[in-house]
């Protein structure tokens, strides 16, 4: 099956600084995802990108599917960004595998 | 607008105890559900899904049984709860297949 590597596991920033967070996936996939998890457990939809780029205020999104790899860039960011950052592909089916996350903190 | 609800949000049971968790979605019809379950705070492994009423597929042989009684209803259980089974429990839906998956606010389960 797919394998979904995230990096870096671990970020600290500076309030205000910018960051990119990235996906890379072992084949075509169906359905990529970008997840935010804050402190409460709660995971929120941030993109849903197979292919292409998206922006939605300070953060945006690419997807290159030829080279299987996803980028997540959050610009100044603040200090509610903190928390796990998740990316989730799928290669067939209904099965949408996650990778281990990166834990972001940002400092005010 | 779709909602997707949990219950309980925390739940502590002894090992051996039975567990029932439920999971309803609001406002859709016909919704692919899915279990997954969250250890240690990383990385989340899909347990079951369903694409209709009484159709489960089981991704993870293990201790914990699925069943989706109703349209927009999707259970999680098991008879004799284990240590290894305690975790962060997550609903969630999507409109049909490789579409985008939205989540529940999760269970908190610690089997003692």
């Known amino acids: 099956g797919i394998q979904v590597e995230q990096s870096p596991p671990d970020l600290i920033l500076q309030e205000g600084a910018n960051s990119t967070l990235r996906c890379n996936f072992s084949?075509?996939?169906?359905?990529l995802q970008w997840f935010h998890q804050n402190p409460w457990g709660q995971l929120i939809n941030l993109f849903y990108?197979?292919?292409g780029t998206k922006q939605n205020g300070r953060l945006s999104a690419t997807t290159v599917a030829t080279e299987r790899y996803s980028l997540l860039y959050i610009s100044s960011s603040q200090t509610t960004d903190s928390g796990v950052y998740f990316c989730?592909?799928?290669?067939?089916?209904?099965?949408?595998?996650f990778g281990a996350g990166t834990i972001l903190r940002v400092k005010s | 607008s779709q909602t997707i609800h949990q219950w309980p949000a925390t739940l502590v049971q002894p090992v051996g105890s039975p567990l029932s968790l439920e999971c309803t979605v609001e406002?859709?019809?016909?919704?692919?559900l899915y279990w997954y379950r969250q250890a240690a705070g990383r990385g989340l492994q899909l347990l079951f899904y369903?694409?209709?009423?009484?159709?489960i597929s089981s991704e993870v042989p293990q201790n914990l049984s699925a069943s989706r009684p109703q349209d927009r209803q999707f259970i999680l259980s098991s008879k004799k709860l284990l240590l290894s089974d305690s975790g962060f429990y997550l609903c969630?839906?999507?409109?049909?297949?490789?579409?985008?998956?939205?989540f529940g606010p999760g269970t908190r389960l610690l089997v003692l």
């Open positions: 969630a839906w999507s409109a049909g297949v490789k579409e985008t998956q939205y």
């Open positions: 084949d075509s996939v169906n359905n």
């Open positions: 990108i197979p292919s």
């Open positions: 989730a592909a799928m290669e067939y089916g209904n099965k949408l595998v």
């Open positions: 406002g859709t019809s016909n919704p692919n």
């Open positions: 369903s694409v209709g009423i009484g159709q």
